[in-house]
């Protein structure tokens, strides 16, 4: 790897999300193992990546369409369970697409593409924060590409900005947006408006609107049959060819190395949580 080469002269990346999780100078010491297989797959599907035949029946399972992506997604939205490993995935599509693509032939002079995770709270958005700066902090060819740190935001030298926010529709306005990545959208919680999920929503697609292929992620614990998450599981789940996908998921099956017994304790102590 040379520092810099992160994009071809086609403005293309010179490698898939799958290459880098699997690649040992990038992320590949994070993402080995069978562990992370259902990710994977989910992933080549989000980023409209050939699909091997395993990973073509858990995109099956988890999406209810028959017929794989032709193209990458517009919109995501993932209603999975608890401990499913869906921060530390939120964060590597972070990094990814603020690393591995070029916004610059979009921007006007002094303007900067941000790539943005919402969380519910700014404990959460820690959480996130932690998982983007381990990942590129680990990874020398990728940090020496910051170009300015603060508390919630990091400045990279591609007129990319990685910056955490919480869920307020004020707050996130004026932006101008590669990808939003909303952490746990079902447990949004805002004294600003009656549904906090759609008002953000409503301000991030303006904001999206001047860049090509950028790319909402919803990912969430579900919790209940309302809001965003819900509805946009009721207008998308299932249907061919849509571009909005939603991929759904118990906690096991994206991450099997939970142990079944806690997945049972939890079970009975209240079924419906």
Known sequence: WEEGRLMS??????????????????????????????????????????????????????????????????????????????????????????????????LAPGERATVMVIAADRRQARVVFRYITGLIDHVPMLARMVENRAREALDLTNRVTIEVHTASFRAIRGYTIAAAICDEIAFWRSEEAANPDVEVLNGLRPGMATIPGALLLSISSPYARRGALWEAHKKHFGKERDPVLVWQADTQAMNPTIDKRTIAEAYEQDPAV
């Open 9 to 106: 002269s086609k403005q293309q990346p010179i490698v898939t999300i799958l290459q880098a999780m699997a690649d040992p100078k990038l992320f590949g010491r994070w993402f080995r193992g069978p562990s992370w297989r259902a990710w994977k797959a989910f992933l080549a599907a989000l980023f409209g990546l050939p699909l091997r035949k395993a990973q073509l029946e858990l995109y099956r399972r988890h999406t209810g369409r028959r017929h794989p992506p032709r193209k990458p997604a517009r919109e995501a939205w993932l209603p999975v369970g608890r401990r499913g490993g869906k921060s530390i995935i939120a964060a590597l599509v972070a990094v990814y697409l603020a690393f591995f693509r070029d916004y610059s032939k979009f």
